[in-house]
């Protein structure tokens, strides 16, 4: 029971910390000039997330209960699905999508390289 109750929020944890790390890295890899200013917005957004869904999901546990919390969560992930769905590129089957173009900044090895 100890460890079912410890097992899955440390697993949680590492999932969510990994999943963090990926994006910071496909956003610095789309920036790499911008790298301090991606990760600073995308942190700053992460954080205002957790604040809005923490003080929604108490909200509506607090006035409607646990029905209600299932509910918003549904909404938020309806949500985040539509963006996805809106914003993702799309291609024709079998187009082939060019490379990025490699800026100079992405191309350096070290300092004044």
Do not use: K
Request: glycine letters at 12%; one cysteine or more.
């Amino acid at each position: 029971m100890v460890a079912a109750l410890t097992g899955s929020p440390a697993a949680f944890s590492a999932r969510s910390g990994a999943t963090a790390a990926r994006n910071q890295h496909l956003l610095t890899t789309a920036r790499p000039d911008r790298a301090a200013a991606v990760i600073g917005g995308y942190m700053a957004c992460y954080s205002l997330g957790s604040a809005l869904g923490a003080i929604t999901t108490t909200w509506a546990y607090g006035t409607r209960g646990w029905a209600a919390c299932c509910g918003l969560g549904a909404a938020y992930a309806l949500c985040a699905l539509v963006v996805w769905a809106v914003t993702r590129p799309v291609t024709r089957p079998g187009a082939v999508v060019p490379a990025p173009a490699r800026t100079e900044a992405s191309c350096a090895v070290g300092p004044g390289q």
